[in-house]
């Protein structure tokens, strides 16, 4: 069985934490691991990590591959990289390809696909469940993850199981999918007790799923039979169609695997509190949190000091450039605030004050007529590009690390508590050649001071000029 | 007569905005100018510039010099220090010694008395209200304000009006002084008619108030006929009390002028729909603020983006590194917040992240192990003292304006785009003997980067090592 994870989301129904530039799954929401990271790990109790891969695309790789990294070196290539974004049908269909011809698959092989943000506990009763459905897809069904539901929530699609199928363990007949349901509805749902979240988690064989994409999905399904190469060369042409409009809540071949299990999409921050657990007072408190008389909120800080006084069921998300502060109950209106704030270009929700590069990262510390100062992170190995920029020129202090500095054709290494001066329109190029990531502060002169101003004579990562 | 306006509070009621490092009444509450300023202005139309002073300390020095500045560099340096804090009473003592040996004022001369910090309108009532108190004060009472009451108002202290003065105009006798009443009392007061807030300004004769000195704070009074300097060095030792305790509610002189104008002290968050209308949804928004579905609330931000869905009646307010969110109605429960940050000594209720010095000012852009970013401003014509450090080098880059910068004995200008190179306990002085604000990053580097890690040689504002 190969395990894939979606990760080529970039959602912002978590907006401000998530951002086009760093979404959900690549962030530390609970404890000290992106739930792209617990998801790998989840996997893991299930089959072994040369097994388990993570489709993405290019604007995300980096994140993907820093995160597979963290969990095993040996891991940061297993890495489908998706050319556009084209929803779930035709991406399933690039991870079986990939299979078939980079992994030499059979076409028994059971693929698990699962989302790379939901939290999902504990690890030991998913991994059983994994296996009960690997058994069941094996015996040529499409096994979808049905969540026993614990509330009428409103913001799942649902599963209608029917009865079981022969020889499957628990696994049922799908009887219907249903949308996302409204209140008076989801309590029918809960009552009636045939009615299972749709977890996103799905099993089954390419030889199932890719009869199921010829009878269902023909403008897929004949894409497939191409190479890696040609598919990934023809991926814009594809149809932008989910899994589940495609195949799923058409073919008979579909079936649902009840499970009892701590789950949650974390689909906006109402949901916060099943992640993390409230304490006395009903509080969610994360970061440097004073509260006094407040009761059933979730205020989540970063640095800055946030004093709570007589707060009641309110939702307080403090980030360095962006503070969100909702009534609980209507988190799902981020939407509203999100599309608002795209509509007049803000840059708020496109990218955070740090912006992630293959190399590592920055931080604007402070922008101004004429300057702009950057800390930088360079991981160790890495290199930046060689460049040069046309309208400023840079101030490099070293306050960590040690710098490969290439300037015009000298080349020197600079230490901590050492600058160095890269005057306009000359070609230069940073290195960490140590063992401990770089650090320094750049502080940019100059009668314009953006990102795109920049000539990029060569680059390791295959960025090109745009 | 003389106006003397009292700066020298440190109120923290208005906390996360107003902290010890810059309080209230040197802040840019409601539109371009502090509440300072505003009060010089609004006393201009009552006196000439030339009579108008200010009472602060040594830690406000600098900040009222540079407000006065901004109103006439003329008026500079009326200003008296007071040696310590000691409450209004010997602050009062303090003016009057000040009035009779530095101005060679008579005992005639009318003294009035005003706080720093609050919002009067319009200027010309006020003006006409101010003469009315100034010649009842000449026929020898000690005239309050006393604001005719729009609300039963708990927040404030209520004068009760007795029957009219013979030929002093609207001024009454004072039947007397009230405390700060509860909701019940206070309304009251309110339908009475004759209870009246009292504003904290007030007017008299050098020799009216030096006689109630004598009959009811003789521990005051008979410090009061040394010279300027010795009731300086002595200031100490006076008793700290209020003037209201120590003279007016004793006093047999003591009047209310009954004034009818908007008058407010703005002692809480609460207040600030007073002083910044309301919009048609009952919000006031200072800064960047998207409101969705939000009603009767007060946002109010710096450069952060805020946005807020379905909110109701609440108070928000954001700085740079602290944020307060209290339901409206309980703003005064910020003193429990800041008593609380104090007992864990928080820089947070001290200092804001710029800090003021007389010759400009600095805000910390970030410090991390081994280093600190400095943005500074160097104010034209002004110096740093001639200085040195044992644990730390710095960095300078200038980003606008030229620097004279003094490296042991080699001294050189530094221009913008360029940057110098501060070594470890190497003597060094900072100049601009520009026409432009000089402004520059500093990157501190070092084993340790404390503000007390400093040695000055020489300082033209007279700062000596602590």
């Not at 296996?131 to 015996?139: D, G, H």
């Not at 199932?208 to 269902?216: C, I, V």
């Amino acid at each position: 069985m190969k395990a894939v994870i979606l990760a080529g989301g970039s959602g912002t129904r978590l907006w401000p934490v998530s951002r086009y530039g760093l979404p959900k799954q690549f962030i530390k929401l609970n404890g000290g691991k992106s739930l792209l990271c617990q998801t790998v790990e989840r996997l893991a109790a299930v089959v072994p990590l040369h097994d388990i891969f993570v489709i993405t695309n290019a604007d995300y790789r980096f994140h993907v591959q820093a995160d597979l990294r963290s969990v095993s070196p040996a891991m940061e290539d297993n890495i489908i990289l998706e050319p556009v974004g084209r929803n779930t049908a035709p991406a399933i269909a690039l991870v079986m390809r990939y299979c078939l011809e980079k992994l030499k698959c059979g076409k028994d092989e059971v693929i698990f696909i699962c989302p790379s943000d939901h939290i999902i506990e504990p690890v030991e009763k998913f991994a059983k469940y994994a296996r009960q459905a690997e058994t069941a897809a094996k015996a040529g069904a499409i096994v979808t993850f049905g969540i026993k539901p614990s509330r009428p929530e409103t913001g799942y699609g649902y599963i209608k199981k029917g009865g079981k199928t022969a020889g499957n363990g628990g696994v049922c007949k799908v009887e219907k999918f249903a949308e996302k349901p409204n209140l008076k509805t989801a309590e029918k749902y809960l009552a009636d007790g045939n009615y299972y979240w749709n977890s996103g988690m799905f099993s089954f064989t390419i030889a199932t799923m890719l009869a199921e994409f010829k009878a269902y999905a023909p403008e897929i399904s004949r894409r497939v039979p191409a190479t890696l190469a040609k598919m990934t060369a023809d991926f814009k042409n594809m149809p932008s169609i989910s899994i589940d409009y495609a195949v799923m809540e058409r073919s008979k071949k579909a079936a649902v695997l009840p499970i009892d299990i701590l789950w949650s999409d974390v689909g906006s921050w109402d949901s916060l509190p099943e992640v993390i657990p409230p304490d006395a007072d009903g509080n969610v408190k994360v970061g440097d949190v004073l509260a006094l008389d407040t009761k059933r909120t979730i205020v989540m800080g970063e640095k800055r000091l946030i004093s709570t006084i007589g707060l009641k069921d309110l939702i307080v998300i403090d980030t360095t450039d962006a503070l969100l502060i909702v009534k609980r109950g209507q988190a799902q209106r981020v939407k509203e605030v999100v599309d608002m704030l795209k509509a007049s270009k803000r840059k708020e929700v496109v990218e955070h004050l740090t912006t992630y590069r293959p190399w590592g990262y920055f931080t604007v510390l402070e922008e101004g007529p004429r300057y702009k100062i950057k800390h930088i992170v360079l991981k160790p190995g890495q290199k930046v590009s060689h460049q040069l920029h046309y309208h400023r020129s840079e101030h490099w202090i070293i306050v960590k690390g040690t710098a490969r500095v290439t300037l015009g054709t000298t080349t020197s290494l600079v230490h901590e508590n050492e600058s160095t001066y890269v005057p306009q329109a000359t070609e230069h190029r940073l290195e960490n050649p140590g063992r401990v990531p770089l650090e320094m502060i750049e502080v940019q002169n100059g009668e314009y001071v953006g990102e795109d101003d920049i000539v990029r004579l060569a680059d390791i990562y295959g960025r090109k000029n745009k």
